[in-house]
């Protein structure tokens, strides 16, 4: 009670005033100045306990774990002593291509198999033979101009520089990092692809006629008109039975495909249909190398007895060609078609590391 008296009567501003007006004015007055006081104290302590004094300390050269560690303690900055680097210095990019690119079926050996059992031997124009030395030409081709597409890309990129003054954070430079990579490995497979497209639109477009004599075949024909006897050349109309067994004449369609395989002593059955001794799953023959190739699917060269099966056609010598491994990993299946294989640029996936201490 007393404690209470005290504070109420208290008076820093007394005079000989009387009056309780007077003093009840000169004890608000001591309140407020109190209050104030106190107030403004309290924060200059507050103030003084959060003020940390701003100090300036140089390392030169500190290891980055040396720098991670003041990183978690002090709000530092680290000026870099380039202030560009190209990708190559710390990041680690390698693709994988699909098992087609390196196996038996791209090589010399054999395209020169196929070659060679077919250059003294007229077959029919739907026959694998007539058509699979320009095919397995084109495979190759495709893989290896692929291959080198990316090759190049893959250089650009890493001569490609990343720009800053100050040293960056594990965490920003691996995600600015891996932003680039994700771009460049969208875009990597589209740059051949729209090559290729170019280059089947200029065939298209220029109405060039592959070596396989697939668009259109010319034929001399005799003719005895009594008076006279003359050859000519005939145009003869070249046609594919699609899989629905629809006729396709590549007169009007360049696309016009049929499945692959070898005839016997007839091409036609009795409904015209083709008279097949052996058909190769997957595989088409077309009005078009390309794009009977890319059509097709692999899947008869995962099966080493299918290749032996479709190798007894041919009048060469036996020959031990590897099959492709069905059991190794792929993101394409044995029914993937060639078109999707080529147009993924052959890679199956990428080897990618970051290193941010270099």
């Not at 701003?54 to 003041?70: C, G, K, R, S």
């Not at 560009?84 to 710390?90: G, N, Y």
């Not at 280059?199 to 477009?205: A, F, L, S, V, Y």
Request: aromatic residues 18%.
């Amino acid at each position: 009670m007393r404690l209470f008296q005290f504070i109420s009567e208290i008076n820093l501003f007394e005079t000989d005033a009387t009056d309780n007006i007077s003093i009840r004015i000169q004890r608000l007055c001591t309140w407020f100045f109190i209050s104030t006081f106190t107030t403004s104290l309290l924060i200059v302590t507050i103030y003084a306990s959060l003020y940390a004094e701003e100090v300036h300390i140089t390392i030169q050269n500190p290891t980055i774990d040396f720098y991670a560690e003041l990183a978690s303690k002090y709000s530092i900055e680290c000026d870099c002593s380039e202030t560009s680097v190209p990708h190559k210095e710390f990041i680690s990019l390698q693709p994988i291509y699909h098992q087609v690119c390196s196996s038996d079926f791209v090589t010399q050996r054999w395209i020169d198999y196929l070659f060679h059992s077919a250059e003294h031997s007229f077959y029919y124009y739907a026959e694998f033979r007539s058509t699979a030395v320009q095919q397995f030409q084109l495979l190759a081709i495709l893989c290896q101009l692929s291959i080198q597409e990316t090759k190049d890309g893959l250089d650009l990129f890493f001569h490609t520089e990343i720009i800053s003054d100050k040293l960056m954070s594990k965490d920003f430079l691996v995600a600015e990092t891996q932003a680039r990579i994700d771009t460049f490995k969208t875009n990597a497979p589209d740059a051949f692809d729209y090559k290729l497209m170019f280059i089947r639109e200029m065939i298209t477009g220029n109405d060039l006629l592959s070596s396989t004599a697939t668009l259109f075949q010319f034929a001399y024909q005799y003719y005895d008109y009594g008076h006279k006897s003359i050859w000519e050349i005939k145009d003869e109309t070249v046609f594919f039975y699609q899989t629905g067994g629809d006729r396709c004449t590549c007169r009007y369609f360049f696309t016009c495909y049929s499945r692959a395989g070898f005839f016997g002593g007839r091409l036609f059955k009795s409904d015209y249909s083709s008279a097949y001794s052996y058909i190769i799953d997957g595989w088409y023959t077309g009005c078009r190398p390309i794009d009977s190739l890319l059509s097709s699917t692999l899947k008869t060269f995962y099966n080493q007895t299918m290749i032996n099966s479709l190798l007894r056609y041919f009048n060469n010598i036996s020959s031990n060609f590897t099959y492709l491994n069905a059991n190794k990993e792929s993101i394409f299946d044995l029914n993937t078609n060639l078109s999707t294989i080529v147009k993924a640029g052959f890679i199956e996936k990428w080897i990618e590391n970051i290193n941010y201490s270099l």
